[in-house]
């Protein structure tokens, strides 16, 4: 047992030795490919130099298939879960060379394609959607957004430690370039559905679940530069772009006014002498107050506003306040000019008009009453 603990400890010290020297041989060519790269560049018109092009060229070719084998068996090694301090290593020179030699982006497409690519591809899917949680009170979308963070939290932590800390002050941006991209263009292949406005409340859920994951993801930005590369980034303009909330206030302003205005229209039923010594729970006497202020706590109940559109469901409210107003002036009108000025109708417009008062100034009411005759 204890052989083989030996060789176990052993076999661990040359893989750390060979991921060690592989980095830093990599990283000297890189060195000596950039003093080469500024010598070729002040002397690029010497026949000298075209005569070797070719030279340079598998020069830069060699280098760059070496840098590309040696971080891809590092992300492969973290997938498998065998991350070592070897590995750390590896992955810290392998990205430093290619900052070096400004290729940042081919490690962040091999980041995307070889690391984070399988995992979004198990986890966004069509049937991810339709299958329910084993958390019943979750939507479904929540649930695949959850998995997303857990992996850019915890998988992608490594590499985003040493971009962020180690190699700070490079160009790169995992965060957006191998992650964000990666998953956006996912949703769009497989989850198209999700950007439906038709059925509002799915779709509120599902924009609500969405806009929850983009403050999940902005959180991760180490940077206040990094926070707005990823905010101006043309695919978060465009994924943002595909919420049609426009489409879905038209449609919640349909549910919301259809019910409000049937009821207005409905002289009858909108004022039932029976309704004014039965007053709601909320102390509303007509049905058509009880309608209005229903449909404004509707405009801002959690399962229907949306911060996107606050403006919208603001004025909404306005509006519906003014409908309220032209439709109380015209009852009392209708009241007073249909009962011919009787001190029944008096006394019935009166009940209308004055609200329901405190028992300390019930005393004063008929003064307020007869204020109005």
């Not at 962020?164 to 497989?190: C, D, H, M, P």
Request: proline share 3%.
């Amino acid at each position: 047992m204890n052989q083989l603990l030996k060789w176990k400890i052993y076999w661990e010290l040359i893989e750390k030795i060979r991921h060690l020297h592989l980095g830093k041989q990599v990283e000297r060519v890189a060195i000596e490919f950039n003093q080469m790269q500024h010598l070729v560049g002040r002397g690029k018109d010497l026949p000298f130099m075209k005569e070797n092009e070719w030279r340079i060229t598998r020069i830069k070719n060699t280098l760059q298939n070496k840098l590309s084998k040696t971080l891809i068996d590092a992300l492969h090694e973290m997938q498998s879960g065998q991350t070592n301090s070897g590995t750390k290593q590896s992955l810290v020179q392998c990205l430093r060379t290619y900052a070096l030699i400004d290729q940042t982006q081919v490690a962040e497409w091999l980041i995307r394609e070889q690391f984070v690519r399988p995992f979004v591809a198990k986890t966004i899917t069509k049937k991810a959607l339709n299958d329910r949680p084993s958390n019943s009170s979750v939507n479904q979308l929540t649930a695949v957004y959850n998995k997303l963070i857990s992996f850019a939290t915890v998988d992608l932590q490594p590499i985003l430690e040493i971009t962020q800390k180690t190699l700070k002050g490079t160009s790169y941006e995992i965060l957006v370039n191998s992650f964000w991209v990666e998953v956006v263009e996912r949703i769009n292949a497989e989850c198209s559905s999700i950007y439906a406005p038709g059925q509002t409340n799915t779709f509120h859920k599902n924009y609500s679940a969405t806009v929850a994951f983009i403050s999940g993801v902005e959180s991760l930005c180490s940077t206040k530069k990094s926070l707005l590369y990823l905010r101006s980034h043309q695919r978060y303009a465009e994924f943002m772009k595909r919420w049609q909330l426009p489409v879905y206030f038209q449609l919640r302003f349909r549910e919301i006014i259809n019910s409000v205005e049937e009821l207005l229209n409905d002289p009858k039923a909108s004022i039932a002498a029976d309704n004014l010594s039965k007053p709601t729970e909320k102390g509303l006497a007509l049905a058509a107050t009880l309608a209005v202020s229903n449909a404004i706590e509707q405009c801002w109940s959690d399962n229907v506003f949306l911060y996107g559109l606050s403006h919208r469901f603001w004025k909404l409210t306005l509006q519906l306040l003014r409908r309220y107003n032209l439709w109380a002036s015209n009852v009392l009108q209708h009241i007073l000019e249909s009962s011919a000025g009787t001190d029944k109708s008096k006394d019935r417009a009166a009940k209308i008009i004055i609200p329901k008062l405190p028992e300390s100034v019930q005393q004063d009411f008929p003064l307020l009453r007869g204020s109005h005759n």
